[in-house]
């Protein structure tokens, strides 16, 4: 996952994610449509996915569409609950609009954000 990679790797600059799980919670909580191979058991003892992107944090992050368990479209009205310890993060190391989060309907959409983030960050 890029996730993991951005959080381990400090030469990674930027990181976007397209329709990725905002959170393993929701992998027990409804009726997952993910293969087994994303199960990370005892995960949830220790961290979710919002931990993990705090790790990205000073550096650039973009979620775009983030999916449930179900892999449905996250609320938008809940992203701002579900990263706010991520955003608490990038705010504490003055570097919250390097956390950028996205619900978008179309293709152009999507690639217009993408290009706009990585002129922004790279």
Known sequence: MAL???????????TVVIESLIN????????PDFPASIF?????????????I????????????????SRQDFPPS??????RWPSQIFDMLASRENLD??????????NNKIISFFKTHL
């Open 40 to 52: 990370l058991f005892d995960v949830l003892n220790h961290f979710d996915i919002p931990q993990i």
């Open 24 to 31: 393993y919670k929701s992998l027990i909580q409804e009726q």
């Open 4 to 14: 993991y990679a951005a959080a381990l790797d400090e030469r990674l600059k930027t």
């Open 54 to 69: 705090s790790l990205i944090a000073p550096r650039s992050i973009l979620l775009i569409n983030p999916v449930d368990g």
């Open 78 to 83: 809940d992203l701002d609950e579900a990263l």
């Open 101 to 110: 989060y996205q619900c978008l309907k179309n293709n152009q959409s999507v």
